[in-house]
Nanobody, 129 residues
Framework: QVQLVESGGGLVQAGGSLRLSCVASGPTFSRYAMGWFRQAPGKEREFVAAVKGALNWSGGSTYYADSVKGRFFISRDNPKNTVYLQMDGLKPEDTAVYYC??????????????????WGQGTQVTVSS
């Protein structure tokens, strides 16, 4: 069982920045691929960014949705069991609940939610215009 706890959400003006954190339980965090997804009211959950885990020796290390490419940056600190999402140049359309997710199986970056085994409870990000 893996528990994921997100933090760092809040209210920010357009053009501002936030950094989301997700702390994971478990001794083998470095092996997990980690992803960030978001869900806006009335919309389906969508992929934001992912970073591979040590289980995957080849393949790209990070991947981003086109809508956030160049503005959002995913990183991980394995000794702290934490994955981050740095969000710069925020837009009102970035408003959503943001979820982190862990893939314990493949370690590959994945854009589909079904590839992930565990999810956090979410943190609200609101961007005002």
């Amino acid at each position: 069982q893996v528990q994921l706890v997100e933090s760092g959400g809040g209210l920010v003006q357009a053009g501002g920045s936030l950094r989301l954190s997700c702390v994971a339980s478990g001794p083998t965090f470095s092996r997990y691929a980690m992803g960030w997804f978001r869900q806006a009211p009335g919309k389906e959950r969508e992929f934001v960014a992912a970073v591979k885990g040590a289980l995957n020796w080849s393949g790209g290390s990070t991947y981003y949705a086109d809508s956030v490419k160049g503005r959002f940056f995913i990183s991980r600190d394995n000794p702290k069991n934490t994955v981050y999402l740095q969000m710069d140049g925020l837009k009102p359309e970035d408003t959503a609940v943001y979820y982190c997710a862990a893939d314990l199986t493949t370690g590959r970056v994945a854009v589909v939610s079904s590839s992930y085994d565990y999810w956090g409870q979410g943190t609200q990000v609101t961007v005002s215009s």
